[in-house]
């Protein structure tokens, strides 16, 4: 089925009018309409601009318009619903957006337009990006294809979900503090983290400005490079965007790992790991020593202390950047009679209570006495955790480590009380603190049920090359991206 190809592989079938954009789009609708509706991966999606998008590409193939040209010609892409697509909702998964259409384009879609792609339709997500299951959304909960009893993880369960469950061929997310790689090793797929700047924010709703990154869910670690040379680059719109050159992704795919220093930090295996986590990620880990990486053990001392710091700094940038959702400038608006209760009307209706937690937390952080007792300590140990990853990356060119300490939890299992939330993050959120590129490539499957587990590599910041080189040469001697979820029949009810 056309669904289920990679984008390598469908591009390579258009330029040799194999098959058509068309019918590769009608593959990945009739594939919603399929399943969809127990996974609930879609927030929306316009099945008749996507195969007007469709025809437009498979007339620039006709007019003989390169890969060289437009990388993504023709391939139908799902982008999270907190990334703005002009005349598309942006609803960020919140009643606070329920009818918001986005007037404008981000960067990131601006390139993958550019680059032909078909854009099918808006992923679902935990509201504003803030949970790590993606039930928090306003619009219903996304199930894990691979057991619909489970999250998917989150935020960008959706994106993840999709892209396993063969909905579209790649998925845009973001990750904040592993809201990409998190799903992505829940669900079986590709999540790449970039480095910090290296892709435009411009267009991606902010949560928590110093911590959000634009990445992507594929189906194999090529589909990654390849999505990542297209919408990475300088955005003179966002001042956090980096100015240097995009390398060939792709290309580097091929450079092999034979003597490659990848650091095994033990405060990372020292944890409580389930005990087929700690399985999969070991027996992945001998296999790049096979392949030849030398493994080094490394230390990260500050990792400990990971999950609180990520706690207060992204509170409390949350809390300010949502500031803009008042009822007043744009958005739900629920009339008072005064200024004040217009403003609390519409943030107690149009906000959830995830939302409202973290706002709440993250005001008092930035309150006159929890400013200097947490943010600016947490600032502090930031800034211990970067350097702990400069003084290791010295000595390898990159790290390696589980994505989670555990497999999927059942839907509802963690919902009265985040903390759990909140620790299934705790090897993904180093890298949102300290700014480095991450990515998660399928290990393996707990045994009962049978569930992803996904290994994570991190590069030092604009080194995507290395992790995705280190992910590829894993993924072409094992077969664990290759497997599909078993999905229910269409129509079956979800237990």
Known sequence: MLNQLTISELTAKLMRREVSSREATQACLEQIARVDGQLHAFISHDAADALAQADRADAAVARGVTLAEQPLLGVPIAIKDVIAVQGQPLSCASRMLASFVSPYDATAIVKLKAAGAVILGRLNLDEFAMGNSTETSAFGVTRNPWDLTRVPGGSSGGSAAAVAADECLAALGSDTGGSIRQPAAWCGCVGLKPTYGRVSRYGLTAVASSLDQIGCCTKDTRDAAILLGVIAGHDVRDGTSLPEPVPDYAAALSGGIQGMKVGLPREFMAMALAPDVRQAVEAAVRQLAQLGADIVEISLPHTEYAVATYCVIAAAEAAANLARFDGIRYGQRVAGDNPLELYSRTRGQGFGAEVKRRILFGTQVLSQDGYERYFRRA???????SQDFRQAFAKV??????????????????????????????FTIPANLAGLCGLSVPCGFTSAPQLPVGLQLLGPPLQEEIILRLAHAYEQSTAWHRAKPPLAPAGAAPA
Do not use: H, I
């Open 379 to 385: 600032q502090k140990v930031r800034t211990l955790m």
């Open 397 to 426: 060119a990159a790290v390696v480590a589980p994505v989670t300490p555990t497999a999927p939890f059942k839907l509802g299992e963690k919902t009265d009380d985040p903390l759990p939330g909140y620790l299934s993050r705790s």
